[in-house]
């Protein structure tokens, strides 16, 4: 089990900016953090992001032939937005 933090690429390339602080509700038992905070299994076909509280399923995240399919149906809110990377 990784962080969040360990999927920020992905998220940043699925959503189009940084995601790790954008903060995430769990649909489950309500509880709120970061998405850098989150648990993160890398096994399997995809990405699963789980609670920290409860271990619920917030988000799958599954890439194939370059297009992300992103499953955001266990996260009641996003509360904030992709932070943009600066070019110098």
Do not use: K
């Amino acid at each position: 089990m990784l962080d969040g933090n360990a999927i920020a690429g992905t998220l940043s390339a699925a959503f189009g900016g940084d995601m790790t602080l954008v903060v995430s509700t769990c649909g489950g038992c309500g509880a709120r953090g970061p998405l850098a905070e989150t648990a993160v299994y890398l096994r399997g076909p995809g990405l699963v992001v789980r609670c920290r509280s409860c271990d619920a399923v917030l988000v799958v995240i599954v890439e194939r032939d370059g297009r992300y399919c992103v499953d955001i149906r266990g996260v009641a809110e996003l509360r904030g937005s992709p932070t943009m990377p600066t070019v110098p």
